[in-house]
Structure formats: C-alpha cells, structure tokens
C-alpha cells in the first residue's frame, strides 16, 4: 500500500504557495503522493477563492523530489487534448517523471459545463474522454501522428518532447460505483480512481471486474479516498488493502478540520501497518 494526500484546489486549499508547503511537508513526513481536485467551480454559500491545479501542481513539483503528483482528477471533455498533452509533459518533465494522470467525465455538478454554455451530457462526455484519451497517447508518443474522430479531429503532426516515463504517463480512470462503463473504461489504463465513498466488498467487486477485464499483466493501481486519524489509525487502510487497493488517498479538507489541524495531520506520516 502507498499513502498520498489528496485535497481540494479551492478555500484554504487554493494558494499555490501553501500548497507547495505542504506537498514539501507531506514529503518530509513519508508520504508517497500529493494529489488535487481540478475544479473550476465550487457550489457553496459563500466564494471561496479557487486555485488553478495545474499551476499548483508546478509549484508543488519545484518543492518536492521524490512523491508523485498529479491531478485527481481532470475532467479531459472540459479540455482541450492538446492543451493537456502540452502540460502534462511539461510537468512529466519539470518533476523528473512523476506525474500520474487522473481523469473523469466532470460531471456538470457546480455548472462547469452548463455555466459557459457546453453540454453536460454524460453520454457525450463519456465518448469525448475516449477519443480524448486516443488522442493524448498519440501526442505523448512523439512520433508523427493524426486522428480522426467524431468529437476530434488531428491532422499529422509530431509532439515533441516525448514524456519521461515510458511507455506513457500512467492514467488512472474515475468511476462512480456500481456504474459499470467507468470501470471498464478503466481496466484498458493504468488505475481506478472511485468517487465517493464505498464498502471494501464493493471495492473487492470492482477489482475482480477489473482483473477480468484486463489483457496487460503490468502493474495496476487501485486508489481509495478515506481519512485517519494519524499513523496508528490503520483499520481502513488495512481493510481497504485487503479488498485489493493499493493506494490510500488521505483526504486533506475544511470538512474534516481547520488547516492548522489537517497541516498537523500530514505531518504525522502516513499509516503504518
């Protein structure tokens, strides 16, 4: 099991220096990961000042060595492939390959979509990722490539430079359980990333569906979002890693406590068991 901390990009958690700090923080303390939400809206009562995670996550990547980062995740249909493949090369390279790419639909909960006038059809955006995804791989490849597809299109061309790590920067895919597509989805990258919280029988389930799924015997991450109280709160993670995750996303907010309260929490490390 490897332990990341994983926060929002708005409220006390949408200062790109801080957020620096604590990623060098959470470094120093033994964690594995630094993660971000990749929000450009948040529905609350009161405006919050918001961050842009990219940004951040150049920040964070200068005051780190070792963890990995990445956002977690980007909804890639609100985006332009290009664009991302651009910036996510760029802080392959800036952080010395350690960059994991997290992505989803993004969901048009805060009007993300609908406030500017897209579609917050989920179907759409569903077909937008893969082709999106298609896309991403073929710039990252450096080589001369082109694409036609429904919702994009690539004349040939050649993206260069090619990303660090290699074959590709590692993916790992959203998914909302029981909804099955996401989970499929998936199986044919490199991780699973659920939203929201589920019982370790239901992550159990969704990994056998995964192991089934797959035809590429490489290493696959399994990423579940909970909290702890310090280091020798290891009852989750433990249950969460017997049902097949490999991954213990720390959730960091102002919901579980004030930042002075969740900084003392990333200082204390990770759980050990």
Not at 16 to 24: K, N, Q, S, W
Not at 109 to 134: I, P, V
Not at 148 to 156: A, D, L, T
Request: with cysteine; proline share 7%.
């Amino acid at each position: 099991m490897q332990y990341a901390i994983y926060t929002p990009n708005y409220g006390d958690y949408g200062n790109p220096r801080l957020m620096a700090e604590l990623a060098h923080e959470a470094e120093e303390a033994g964690w594995d990961g630094f993660f971000t939400w990749d929000h450009i809206m948040w529905d609350s009562p009161t405006n919050l000042p918001m961050a842009d995670c990219w940004v951040m996550l150049a920040a964070m990547a200068m005051a780190t060595t070792r963890i990995r980062l990445g956002p977690m995740v980007t909804p890639l249909p609100r985006r332009r492939p290009q664009k991302l493949a651009r910036e996510t090369v760029t802080l392959d390279h800036l952080s010395g390959g350690r960059l994991t790419l997290g992505v989803g639909l993004g969901v048009d909960w805060f009007k993300e979509y609908s406030a500017f006038g897209e579609s917050a059809n989920d179907r759409q955006h569903g077909a937008m990722l893969d082709e999106g995804l298609q896309v991403l791989c073929g710039l990252w490849s450096a080589q001369k490539f082109s694409y036609q597809g429904k919702h994009y299109q690539v004349k040939e061309m050649q993206f260069l430079p090619a990303p660090v790590q290699q074959p590709r920067i590692p993916v790992w895919v959203a998914a909302m359980w029981p909804n099955k597509k996401p989970i499929l989805r998936a199986a044919q990258w490199d991780g699973i990333f659920p939203i929201g919280q589920i019982k370790p029988a239901d992550l159990s389930q969704m990994v056998a569906m995964i192991r089934a799924e797959r035809k590429s015997d490489a290493p696959f991450a399994v990423a579940y979002m909970g909290g702890t109280r310090d280091a020798s709160d290891t009852g989750g993670p433990s249950a969460y890693a017997k049902a097949g995750a490999t991954w213990w996303m720390e959730s960091i907010s102002s919901g579980r406590g004030s930042l002075a309260a969740m900084r003392e929490r990333i200082r204390k490390g990770p759980p050990k068991f």
